[in-house]
């Protein structure tokens, strides 16, 4: 079991200058372009795969880092660089952690390189779970997977909301509901191959932040897939059944939600994010601070400009403290008793949309206008307080957690 320590080894600090140089001199210059158009920046993923950024196995080597500081490092670094961007270089991400969690190591080795395609033809993954009932609450999910013996498929109908790259993905994963009588525990992933017949993109989103990230709807009107798309298999499937069953018969266990268990070690990556924005938003307002001269001194010499920015960066190091703790933690087996996970992403995330308020306000009239990145970096925080479980969210599983009451 690795040591927790806040010192990088030479090799993390190699990734960490490598990224960095990546996110300064590829994605910053791309920015401010992609965020007015709206669009997915392909040119910038594709850059990132021709070095290696895009691709499995940087990720791989990043998730399994055992101090557990890989993943979060990259995070920062990228999102550093810019959020929207970055989000369209890891959003592929998500899917491939999907299959990793529960798929075969047959389904492993045949959708993720799908997922990726390679440095002349990248493609991008999406991961479908939210849907517009069913945010947060998860037990209301009504995308319904059925199976169809006969021919050995299963058909999918429903709609997914908030899909990162839904729609444009080259392989979509599905979380449906195979059994509606046990709630939560009766949901299965699948793969949704490319060019399935039924599945379409719905609306896309036109968003207040990280507008260089593509957001829609993702309908599923029969669509169907065959039986070796369902992630692990049916017998794995019909056993974890059988099990949840049981325990509704027997009255039930306080058995922690498996999906609130993998949010639970995954929120620590959404932190690491915010940390990215908050920190750049914050140097931005440091530099300004310097080099902006009224009542003939440098502003940073006046005290209210002064505490904010030791404010600011005393919010972002103890943010990345909580980060990289929670990242220790989940790759150690080191148990959630206090949600850390949760706590991680909770103040993360808060710092990121407060400091980058801060920075609009230290820079002034021109901290709100597009000249100036801040004002771009202040739309792109609100997200974090949002997405992967609101704040609320966070401190009803924290609150729940501390109480010894179950996570649903």
């Known amino acids: 079991m690795a040591e927790f320590t806040l010192e990088l080894n030479d090799d993390q600090k190699q990734v960490k200058d490598w990224l960095h140089g990546f996110a300064a001199d590829v994605i910053r210059p791309a920015a401010s372009e992609w965020d007015e158009r709206e669009e997915t920046p392909w040119p910038v993923i594709q850059e990132a795969a021709k070095v290696g ?19 979060p490092m990259a995070m920062e670094e990228l999102f550093w660089g810019d959020a929207g961007i970055a989000l369209s ?28 395609g390679d440095a002349d033809d990248v ?45 444009i993905a080259n392989v979509h994963v599905v979380v449906a509901v195979v059994d509606p009588d046990i709630g939560s525990k009766g949901h299965a992933s699948f793969i949704v191959p490319p060019d399935t017949p039924g599945l379409s993109q719905g609306q896309k989103f036109k968003k207040h932040g990280i507008r260089a990230s593509h957001t829609a709807e993702v309908v599923l009107e029969d669509v169907r897939v065959p039986g070796h798309c369902l992630l ?12 949840a069953r049981e325990r509704a018969k027997s009255g039930g266990e306080r058995v922690k939600n498996a999906a609130m268990a993998t949010f639970e070690a995954s929120r620590p990556a959404v932190g690491a994010m915010a940390v990215g924005t908050a920190r750049a938003a914050y140097e931005v307002a440091l530099d300004y601070a310097k080099t902006r001269s009224q009542f003939g001194r440098p502003i940073i010499d006046n005290q209210g400009i002064a505490f904010q920015l030791a404010d600011m ?67 792109d925080a609100a997200i974090y307080t949002i997405f992967e479980g609101t704040s609320e969210i966070q401190r009803l599983v924290i609150a729940r957690t501390l109480s010894g009451m179950p996570i649903r």
């Open 53 to 71: 950024i895009y691709s499995l196995d940087f990720y791989a080597q990043q998730f399994f880092d055992p101090t557990g500081l890989g993943i």
């Open 232 to 243: 692990g298999g049916k017998e794995k499937l019909d056993e974890r059944l059988a099990r």
């Open 89 to 116: 270089i890891v959003g592929t991400g998500l899917a491939a952690v999907g299959v990793l969690a529960n798929g075969t190591e047959e389904q492993i080795g045949t959708w993720i390189p799908q997922m990726y």
């Open 313 to 379: 960066r005393t919010r972002i190091d103890a943010a990345r403290l909580l980060v990289w703790r929670a990242s220790w933690m989940a790759t150690t087996g080191k148990p959630f008793t206090s949600a850390e996970g949760s706590m991680s992403k909770l103040y993360a995330s808060e710092t990121a949309r407060d400091v980058t308020a801060q920075a609009i306000q230290i820079l002034g009239g021109n901290g709100f206008t597009r000249e100036y990145p801040v004002e771009r970096m202040h739309r």
């Open 123 to 167: 493609k991008v993954a999406a991961f479908c779970s939210s849907e517009p009932d069913a945010g947060s609450d998860v037990a209301s999910m009504r995308t319904r997977a059925v199976y169809d013996a006969a021919k050995d498929e299963w058909v999918l109908n429903g709609t997914k909301t908030w899909a990162t790259n839904g729609g």
